[in-house]
């Protein structure tokens, strides 16, 4: 695990620091798999997210995109297999162990997740739900906690909002609040479980374009999950497509058009014929 953050200022690829170039990867899953009884979620999955990059991953419903999510962050853990954040793997901490715990909270505070419901906590302003994780990781005054509160809220759009509860706004609206929450400590890493669905197409594309702009200005890594092929398209660097469990493809996102997998030539025609089946 490396010590150092690197400096904010400067996208990955401009960063000399040693420290930093010795990991170059953000997150290695290797051969995980997770069941939830006899259902296999996820079967043997691996893969590998450059630093700083943007993985769009495309999936059909109930195949097991949120579960890998969550694998991740360290909220499930995997029947086997390693998942690696900044090289301290996840899934081999145990969070009842003391020690275990610290490195466990330490990734996660490098880490920021956008849930697919959102999760907002109902019984607190939106400015509480963003300022909850500064007050959580962070010993930032109340003052400056206000103040990147608004900012991240301007970023969303959404200036102004801090003394509703999530009840009194829009889902889409929801949305946009749980996102600035996931980037509220400007995180390495932010894990986005579908961060357009239930936006308006102007403020789906409003969202890609805060996400290329924070990856281009901050060098943030996003692993995105995502329906939307255009949306894909626009912002990923790495592409994959997930299917029953398993990676049917994952790799550079030119490579993978132009290998053209027949699920993916299928996910993008929106076609009902293909590998990819309904039941
Ligand atoms: N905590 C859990 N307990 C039992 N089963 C679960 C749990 N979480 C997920 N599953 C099951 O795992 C499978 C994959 O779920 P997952 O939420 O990862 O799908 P998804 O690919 O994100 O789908 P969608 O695009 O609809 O969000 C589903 O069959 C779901 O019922
Ligand atoms: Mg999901």
Do not use: W
Not at 119 to 138: C, E, K, Q, S, Y
Not at 247 to 261: D, S, W
Request: hydrophobic residues 45%; glycine residues 8%.
């Amino acid at each position: 695990m490396i010590s150092e953050h690197p400096p904010r200022n400067l996208p990955p690829h401009r960063v000399h620091s040693p420290v930093v170039e010795a990991v170059e990867t953000a997150i290695e899953i290797s051969d995980v798999s997770k069941s939830f009884g006899h259902n296999r979620v996820l079967d043997g999955v691996s893969l590998k997210i450059r630093k700083g990059s943007i993985a769009v991953m495309l999936g059909p419903s109930g195949t097991g995109k949120s579960v890998l999510l969550r694998c991740i962050v360290g909220l499930l853990k995997p029947d086997r297999g390693q998942v690696k954040v900044f090289g301290e793997d996840v899934a081999a901490l145990n969070p009842h162990r003391a020690a275990d715990r610290a490195k466990l909270f330490a990734v996660r505070r490098r880490i920021g997740m956008l849930f697919q419901d959102g999760a907002l906590f109902d019984d607190m302003t939106v400015g509480d739900n963003i300022a909850f994780p500064m007050r959580m990781h962070t010993k930032l005054s109340e003052a400056k906690i206000r103040e990147a509160v608004a900012d991240k809220l301007a970023r969303v759009g959404l200036r102004g909002v801090e003394p509703k509860f999530p009840s009194e706004l829009s889902g889409g609206m929801r949305k946009r609040v749980a996102f600035a929450r996931a980037i509220a400590l400007e995180p390495d890493i932010v894990l986005c479980d579908e961060p357009s669905s239930g936006l308006d197409p102007v403020m789906a594309s409003t969202l890609d374009e805060l996400i290329l702009h924070l990856h281009q200005t901050l060098g943030m890594t996003f692993v995105v999950i995502s329906h939307d092929t255009a949306e894909a398209l626009k912002i990923a660097d790495t592409m994959g497509l997930l299917y029953r469990g398993k990676l049917l493809t994952f790799g550079p996102k030119e490579e993978v058009m132009r290998t053209n997998h027949p699920g993916l030539r299928q996910f993008f025609a929106r076609e009902t014929a293909g590998p990819i089946k309904v039941v």
